[in-house]
């Protein structure tokens, strides 16, 4: 097994820390003043956020960095016992509002544009639609929004599987590995696959160090608070609350059709964990506009991929570049 | 012109492909089966009574030493929190607040 990497390849200044979360700021690559919109990257709270700049020629931020952006990154952390109390308003609402706050204080921006992958996405598009301050547009990647047919995951949130108030009762922080585990059950066969495959790309020096970082960060599971999972599982997956309108945060109900936020929807449309249909319905769901992009990756091959830097970064870029309002990017 | 290696090469990649496939066609017809699924629920539920009897024996034995237990703590960090909230939500209302104007100071009369 690869060894975990647990370091970001661009150096960033930690600018916010709030319980297991902190929020970094990259250093810019270049002298100039960056853009003055700031970028907050929001990953998901699966796995480890530096996915997001995984290495040299596997790094949205620092492709967003060399655009002359101002770039956030929220890491969340690793969960304690101390924070078993974290459920899914808490980091939607409570912990991505201070991470904002926090990028807007270092920053002096009024507004940051959010770009949250995976479940972040989701708790980008929460946190929009729960009027959040300080949100310009919203990136959402491979997010989950429609999960009436979640496709292969709906084996792992079965309910006869899976007894949440007893599992909340007895792991208040839900370990890593175990998640890491419940994953892998799905597609066992998928390990020695993806080992053969590597074997027979080995002799090239680039498919080895891709594969390589992969791992690392595959095998880098991250604990999970119990209530989070509850959450997700029971009120995103099994009841679709989200979607349907009935999600309730804070005692108040989360009304996607009240974001009035730009968003850019991007879908993998390999995406096995979260497939197109659950993303696509965002289109209809959301109050603002939304622009959709779908690419031909699978889940983390089109943040990482070797076509991601002509695919989605671009398009990233080229969003975000359409969105500065006050001031013109540095060619 | 294929060389011996080459041909052995192929031949395992296919074997191997065809295993794969078989291996996990038959794991994913499985794994939908409601008696797995029951199985494996049986399982993780039996996996966390043993975990919440470890963890009320290990209540019970804090309790008696009069000290704090993993729960109190729990219970202290979600007040902490919502202290936090309530701060957080207190300085959104402060941010989003017309500023007032500054007043010259008024001299006072004798």
Redesign the interface.
């Known amino acids: 097994m690869i060894a975990p990497a647990r370091s970001l390849t661009h150096p960033a200044d930690e600018v916010l820390r709030h319980g297991p979360m902190r929020v970094l700021r990259y250093r810019p690559l270049r002298a100039e003043t960056p853009a003055s919109r700031p970028v907050l990257l929001v990953p998901s709270i699966i796995n480890r956020a530096y996915i997001l700049d995984l290495r040299e020629g596997q790094s949205l931020a620092g492709h967003l960095l060399e655009q002359g952006l101002d770039v956030f990154l929220v890491d969340w952390g690793t969960p304690s ?6 459920d899914l308003e ?1 980091y939607a609402v ?1 912990l991505l ?2 991470a904002i ?1 926090g990028a807007r204080a270092a920053s002096g921006a009024e507004a940051v544009h959010l770009l949250g992958y995976c479940l972040g996405g989701t708790f980008a598009l929460i946190a929009g639609a729960c009027g959040v ?1 300080g949100i310009d547009t919203i990136c959402a990647l491979t997010t989950p929004v429609d999960l009436s047919e979640p496709g292969p995951l709906s ?1 792992l949130t ?1 309910r ?4 949440l108030e ?2 909340c ?4 922080v839900v370990p890593g590995p175990a998640l890491w585990a419940t994953f892998q ?6 390990i ?2 993806k080992y ?1 495959r590597a074997g ?1 790309r080995w002799r090239d020096r680039e498919q080895r160090e891709r594969f390589r970082a992969q791992e690392a960060w595959l095998n880098d599971p991250v604990p999970m608070t119990a209530r989070v999972l509850r959450d997700v599982v029971d009120g995103l997956y099994r009841k679709n609350l989200l979607a349907k309108g009935e999600l309730r945060v804070a005692g108040r109900p989360v009304a996607l059709a009240r974001g009035t936020q730009p968003v850019l929807n991007l879908i993998a449309s390999s995406d096995s964990l979260v497939p197109p249909a659950c993303a696509r319905p965002l289109a209809d769901l959301w109050g603002g506009p939304v622009t959709t992009r779908e690419f031909a990756a699978g889940h983390i091959g089109v943040t990482v991929g070797s076509r991601a830097p002509r695919d989605l970064w671009a398009t990233v870029a080229q969003w975000l570049r359409a969105h500065q309002p006050t001031k013109e990017l540095p060619s | 012109m294929i060389f011996p290696h080459e041909r052995f090469q192929k031949l395992f ?1 296919e074997s ?1 492909q065809r295993c ?1 496939q078989w ?2 066609d038959w ?2 017809e499985h ?2 089966k ?1 008696e797995t ?2 199985g ?2 049986d399982m ?2 039996a ?3 043993l ?2 009897r470890w ?1 009320k024996g290990l209540e019970q034995t804090w309790a008696h030493w009069r000290l704090p237990s ?1 729960l109190d ?2 219970r202290l ?2 007040r902490l ?1 919502e202290l ?2 309530h701060i ?1 939500r207190l ?2 209302q402060l ?2 607040a017309p500023q007032r104007p500054q007043t010259p100071a008024q001299p006072v009369e004798a």
Request: net charge negative.
């Open positions: 016992a101390a924070d078993a109390h974290l808490a409570r509002r201070r706050r301050p084996v079965d006869r599987l899976v007894d007893r599992l009762r007895a792991y208040p059950a799905l597609d066992p066969v998928g020695p696959r053969r027979e | 990649t191997a794969e291996a996990a794991w994913s794994l939908r409601p699924l029951s494996m629920g993780l539920g996996m966390c009574t975990k919440e963890n993993a703590m729990e960090y979600e929190g936090e909230e957080a300085e959104d941010e989003d």
